[in-house]
Nanobody, 119 residues
């Protein structure tokens, strides 16, 4: 069984930075695309950034030039470096991985980590 374990959330002042990590744990799997999503109170979950196995990235417009997604394929880990944080970035952040395990392709989600941007 594959699990995604997130870390790195917390409380930060506007203009500050945080780095989120998400590691896939288990055996017998291969990961394709990975990404970060977020859900603010009362809002739908939205895509923040994605990255392919080859390193191609995609960002929602509101985080371009502030957030950077990266991955370490050897560690089965995806990162989200968040700079110049704004109060509107406050949300629960979830990582997602599309992977094959037991010959089945599926989407796996992390448990979520809270990011709060406030003075």
């Amino acid at each position: 069984q594959v699990q995604l374990v997130e870390s790195g959330g917390g409380l930060v002042q506007p203009g500050g930075s945080l780095r989120l990590s998400c590691a896939a744990r288990g055996t017998g799997f291969n990961i394709f695309d990975m990404g970060w999503y977020r859900q603010a109170p009362g809002k739908q979950r939205e895509l923040v950034a994605t990255i392919t196995t080859g390193g191609s990235t995609n960002y929602v417009n509101s985080v371009k030039d502030r957030f950077t997604i990266s991955r370490d394929n050897a560690k089965d880990t995806v990162y989200l470096q968040m700079n110049s944080l704004k109060p509107e970035d406050t949300a629960v952040y979830y990582c997602k991985a599309t992977l094959v395990s037991d010959r089945r392709v599926g989407d796996y989600w992390g448990q979520g980590t809270q990011v709060t941007v406030s003075s």
